[in-house]
């Protein structure tokens, strides 16, 4: 079972940025596909970016442009790079992996100020 630490969350101005990391325990790290989701307050949790293991990625609408995910097999650590972070971007930021969700970590809290 995969297990999952994220950081790097704080708080931001708009327009600022942010990177975010994920750590995840396991040997099958490599050939897993990642995800960042998140979930603002009184509002379901969304799936924002992924990383499949040969580096293909995908991303929500709203983010597209802004936020790129990355990946690092040999420290088995998956990355949110945020720029020109916007105040709906603020919500509590997990990752896990999409395709057979591990249980989930604590997150990671982002919070825009206008």
């Known amino acids: 079972q995969v297990q999952l630490v994220e950081s790097g969350g704080g708080l931001v101005q708009a327009g600022g940025s942010l990177r975010l990391s994920c750590a995840a325990s396991?040997?099958?790290?490599?050939?897993?596909?990642f995800g960042w989701y998140r979930q603002a307050p009184g509002k379901q949790r969304e799936l924002v970016a992924t990383?499949?293991?040969?580096?293909?990625?995908s991303y929500l609408d709203s983010v597209k442009g802004r936020f790129t995910i990355s990946r690092d097999n040999a420290k088995r650590t998956v990355y949110l790079q945020m720029n020109e972070i916007k105040p709906e971007d603020t919500a509590v930021y997990y990752c896990?992996?999409?395709?057979?969700?591990?249980?989930w970590g604590q997150g990671t809290q982002v919070t825009v100020s206008s």
């Open positions: 990383i499949t293991s040969d580096g293909t990625t």
């Open positions: 396991g040997r099958t790290f490599s050939i897993k596909t």
């Open positions: 896990n992996t999409p395709l057979t969700l591990a249980a």
